[in-house]
T-cell receptor
Framework: DAKTTQPTSMDCAEGRAANLPCNHS???????VYWYRQIHSQGPQYIIH???NNETNEMASLIITEDRKSSTLILPHATLRDTAVYYC????????????FGQGTTLQVKP | KAGVTQTPRYLIKTRGQQVTLSCSPI?????VSWYQQTPGQGLQFLFE???????NKGNFPGRFSGRQFSNSRSEMNVSTLELGDSALYLC??????????????FGPGTRLTVL
């Protein structure tokens, strides 16, 4: 399983874009990059995932570098409800039933 | 569609007892995974069940076990409880298509306290 490195914590002003980086330099060719978040005392919530190309959905955008060694999750207009721990998780499509969570990044959105 | 449900939501047990936690997946989801979350170790994978068979297993002692029923509902059991088993236990369900598991949807968790 690929190892990940994420900042322990980040702050973001409400209404501004939140850019959360993740380093996954040992990712293998068949591993997707998944992002989940966990709001305090709730179960984790799926955000987005990608393999090579950049992806966008109603929640966020995912930018993956060309060498796939790192990625950035972008919340375009952060709100107070986006305050959570964000996890970057490499996983193969045949193994997403077994997610290996790291320590994640605690994002604090401030008014 | 109803989300993943877990029962009970809170549980208090004493050392040496055993406990059974239940998880009902989203309708149509056939894979169920279990995780343990503690302040010290974070979120750790316990096991995954698919079609009533354990498909993946994490690095936990044999006191932790699980099973899945034909309707995809799952239970996990912890025997001979230790203080360190106090944790939030999370269940997640996924669709499975052509053997590949889709993204996971998590339940609210069961908060177990061992005294």
């Amino acid at each position: 399983d690929a190892k990940t490195t994420q900042p322990t914590s980040m702050d973001c002003a409400e209404g501004r874009a939140a850019n959360l980086p993740c380093n996954h330099s040992t990712i293998s060719g068949n591993e997707y990059v998944y992002w989940y978040r966990q709001i305090h005392s709730q179960g984790p919530q799926y955000i987005i995932h990608g393999l090579k190309n950049n992806e966008t959905n109603e929640m966020a955008s995912l930018i993956i570098t060309e060498d796939r060694k790192s990625s950035t999750l972008i919340l375009p207009h952060a709100t107070l409800r986006d305050t959570a721990v964000y996890y970057c998780i490499p996983s193969t499509s045949s193994n997403t039933g077994k997610l290996i969570f790291g320590q994640g990044t605690t994002l604090q959105v401030k008014p | 569609k109803a989300g993943v449900t877990q029962t009970p939501r809170y549980l208090i047990k004493t050392r040496g007892q055993q406990v059974t936690l239940s998880c009902s997946p989203i309708s149509g989801h056939r894979s169920v995974s279990w995780y343990q979350q503690t302040p010290g170790q974070g979120l750790q994978f316990l096991f995954e069940y698919f079609s009533e068979t354990q498909r993946n297993k994490g690095n936990f002692p044999g006191r932790f076990s699980g099973r899945q029923f034909s309707n995809s509902r799952s239970e996990m059991n912890v025997s001979t409880l230790e203080l360190g088993d106090s944790a939030l236990y999370l269940c997640a369900s996924s669709l499975v298509s052509q053997g590949l598991t889709d993204t996971q949807y998590f339940g609210p968790g069961t908060r177990l306290t061992v005294l």
